[in-house]
């Protein structure tokens, strides 16, 4: 009975020390040091650039290892910005993002694979108007550092393109010239820091 007892409590004791190795850490958002940016093509040679102003994401990993971190992201469409108040409510239109009915874009990563020191994978599901299509983006890692402030953050860069009709953008004008006004193709430049949470 002795032996079933110390074997038990030391099992115990292993658990413990597993679990508090592999604490569940946070990690939120930094949006005053983050930019959720994209570009378009106009009339087939002129890139036009937007970003979102408001949006929210988190990681959550176990300690500090980043290797199949749990990770999520929103955009609200409202907040739109491309510099142009008519550009951005007909992007908000129907024709595009239908803002009323589908007021968030979001993403949720299934897998999120180390390549090297500073290079990673991610894949997950993009949702945008109600239509989920897998995506995956190279992800560059810049590491975590500590800043003046005694806050732990850490850095990612994601580069990417998506074919906005995939998730039902399809309205276009064609050129008198040929062409079309607005490119399928978007191009995805995000830079994201995020804070670890206490």
Known sequence: ??????????????????????????????????????????????????????????????????????????????????????RDGHLRSADFFDAENNPKLTFKASSFKKIDDGDY??????????????VKFPVEFSGIMTDPWGNTKVGLSIEGKINRKDWGLNWNSALETGGVLVGEEVRLNIELQFVKQA
């Open 1 to 86: 009975m002795k032996t079933v007892e110390v074997t038990l409590s030391y099992q115990n004791e292993i658990n413990y020390l597993k679990n508090k190795i592999m604490a569940t850490t946070k990690w939120s958002i930094d949006p005053t040091h983050s930019e959720i940016g994209f570009k378009v093509k106009h009339m087939m040679f002129t890139n036009v650039s937007g970003k979102f102003g408001t949006y929210d994401a988190t990681i959550t990993t176990e300690g500090n290892d980043f290797e199949n971190a749990a990770i999520e992201f929103s955009g609200d469409i409202a907040s739109i910005d491309t510099a142009n108040a008519d």
């Open 121 to 134: 994978e991610i894949v997950g599901d993009l949702t945008i108007k109600g239509v989920s299509k897998e």
